[in-house]
């Protein structure tokens, strides 16, 4: 069966020190989001990305942030500047459309900032 | 505010009980919602509703939508101890772009 794979599945990084969190979509699908959940909290909303392009963002998602999918199979979240704040698991999903179509997530990278 | 409560938060039951997990919105834009639980890492797929009073079932697990008070329920019948994970209800609103609004999850603990 066709899946969302994270990698890595654990990162520890120092404070202030850049990330980058990599996820292969399911191969047909064609909208891509990133959604993040504090230890214990709700899964909130990123970003959204088609068609190369930023389809929407939360006010989580400030300057620190930026994704991208540069060769066509991977999707990115970058973090320039890690903050305590941002430990969280981070799930990446696809759908391969919006017109009924849901999301399937990946298993996660667990995101520790010491 | 687009907002999603489930209850209970957390619930511990018996092999054997039928539990029912509730979901809540409040969203502007309201397009489908989705059921999804979650064990140790990602939320895995369980319904997608859209239409108000047309059950889905898959095995002992059915869930059910009334967009007019704006809720919906997830059934789990004969509960196994596998069943124990945190269930998830989300909604995908169409306000900018589609995207999902989670609840907190209920946590389900089913004891053998």
């Known amino acids: 069966e066709p899946e969302v794979t994270q990698t890595p599945s654990h990162q520890v990084t120092q404070m202030g020190q850049e990330v980058i969190l990599r996820c292969v979509p399911i191969s047909n699908h064609l909208y891509f989001y990133w959604y993040r959940q504090i230890l214990g909290q709700k899964v909130e909303f990123l970003v959204s990305f088609y068609n190369n392009e930023i389809s929407e963002k939360s006010e989580i998602f400030d300057d620190q942030f930026s994704v991208e999918r540069p060769d066509g199979s991977n999707f990115t979240l970058k973090i320039r500047s890690t903050k305590l704040e941002d430990s969280a698991m981070y799930f990446c999903?696809?759908?391969?459309?919006?017109?009924?179509?849901?999301?399937?997530f990946g298993q996660g990278t667990r995101l520790t900032v010491v | 505010e687009d907002k999603v409560v489930q209850s209970p938060l957390s619930l511990v039951v018996h092999e054997g009980d039928t539990v029912t997990l509730n979901c809540s919105y409040e969203v502007t834009n309201f397009r489908s919602l989705l059921w999804y639980k979650q064990e140790k890492k990602a939320p895995t797929f369980l319904f997608m509703l859209t239409s108000s009073g047309i059950e889905k079932k898959s095995g002992r697990l059915s869930s059910i939508l009334d967009k007019k008070e704006l809720f919906s329920i997830l059934n789990i019948t004969a509960t196994q101890t596998g069943d124990s994970a945190v269930y998830l209800c989300a909604v995908e609103t169409t306000s900018g772009t589609y995207k999902y609004i989670f609840g907190t999850g209920t946590r389900l603990k089913v004891l053998a």
């Open positions: 999903a696809s759908s391969w459309d919006l017109t009924g179509a849901e999301a399937f």
